[in-house]
C-alpha cells in the first residue's frame, strides 16, 4: 500500500482550513457572556451619568447657550464646563506618574534627535 504524501496533506490543510472557519463563525456569533458581572438596573442608569447628562443639558438650552461667564467659572473648576472635576485623580500627567513627559518635552526631544540626525552626530 503506497501513500500520496501530497493528497495527504492536501486533505490535512483543507481540513485545517475548514476546522478554522468553523471557530472563526461560531465565536463571532455566539453571544458576549457577561459572567460574574453584577446585575444592574437600565432605567436607574449610572448617577454621576445622569448628572452629567443632565448638566449638560442645560449648558445647551438657548437662555444658556450665550452666558459665557457662567460658562467659564464652571469651566475653570474642573476639567471642562460639564465634567467638573470628576475622574481627575484619573488622568495621567507628569506630576502623577514616573515615566510621563510634558508636551514641551517631547517636543525638545524630537527637536534634537532630529538636528543630530541632521548634523550627523548620530
Known amino acids: ?4 504524501v501530497s493528497a495527504i496533506t ?5 481540513a485545517a482550513i475548514a476546522l478554522f472557519c468553523t471557530v472563526i463563525l ?14 444592574t438596573r437600565p ?6 451619568l445622569n448628572q452629567i447628562l443632565d448638566e449638560s443639558e442645560d449648558a445647551i438650552r438657548p437662555e444658556n447657550a450665550l452666558d ?7 469651566a475653570n473648576k474642573g476639567l471642562n464646563e460639564v465634567q467638573g472635576t470628576a475622574d481627575i485623580q484619573q488622568m495621567n500627567r507628569p506630576t502623577n506618574s514616573r ?12 527637536l534634537s534627535k532630529a538636528m543630530d540626525k541632521v548634523t550627523g552626530r548620530d
Request: aromatic share 10%.
Open 99 to 110: 515615566q510621563a513627559k510634558s508636551a514641551a518635552e517631547e517636543v525638545q526631544e524630537t
Open 10 to 14: 492536501r486533505f490535512f490543510k483543507s
Open 43 to 48: 432605567s436607574e442608569g449610572e448617577p454621576r
Open 68 to 74: 459665557a461667564d457662567k460658562i467659564i467659572d464652571k
Open 26 to 39: 461560531f465565536s463571532q456569533s455566539y453571544p458576549a457572556l457577561a459572567i460574574g458581572s453584577s446585575p
Open 1 to 4: 500500500m503506497s501513500f500520496n
